[in-house]
Structure formats: structure tokens, C-alpha cells
């Protein structure tokens, strides 16, 4: 009975912050997005002008591109979520440089 509880409580514990992680931007950039971006095209920053042509469709645009998937970017970026995702997009409008 004592280590249902616990688990249940661990399970509890960790499903919670896996939602407050679909919130962080920040955090699924640097988990999921980073890696790439920095090293390939369009990077985050010094690719102002690419980044421009995309946006230009509009963040919804841009965020279900990435949702779905394209070129060598699997789906969702490699986060684990939709909202993961859209938080991803979100936190790297706000580093375009």
C-alpha cells in the first residue's frame, strides 16, 4: 500500500511539471530547438531576413509549420507537444536578430 502511494505521488509530481514545462519557451528552445538553429539555417540570430520571409505569413503560419514538420525539422521541432511547440515559437520570435 506504501509504495502505491508513493508512486502515485511521484507519478502526480512528475505529470505536473510536464505541464508546467508546455508553458516554458525558454526551456523546450534550449531542450529542443538549440541545437539546430544554432548550427543550421534559418538560425536564431544573423538571419534576420530569413526569419522575415517567414514571418511574414504570420506566427500561426510559422507555428503550425512547425507542428507539422518541414525539411530535415521533424514534427513538433522535437518538443514533446503542440504547446511545447507553440511556446518554442513564441520564445525565438523574441530572439530573432
Known amino acids: 500500500m506504501r509504495v502505491t502511494v508513493i508512486a502515485v505521488a511521484g507519478f502526480a509530481a512528475w505529470f505536473s511539471m510536464g505541464q508546467a514545462a508546455a508553458a ?46 518541414k525539411g530535415a525539422m521533424p514534427p513538433k521541432g522535437g518538443a514533446a507537444s503542440d504547446a511545447d511547440a507553440k511556446a518554442a515559437v513564441d520564445y525565438m520570435v523574441t530572439l530573432i536578430k
Open 24 to 69: 516554458d519557451g525558454k526551456g523546450v528552445y534550449e531542450k529542443a530547438c538549440a541545437g539546430c538553429h544554432s548550427a543550421m539555417s534559418p538560425k536564431v540570430t544573423g538571419e534576420k531576413a530569413k526569419w522575415d520571409v517567414l514571418l511574414k505569413a504570420g506566427k500561426p503560419a510559422l507555428t503550425a509549420s512547425v507542428i507539422k514538420g
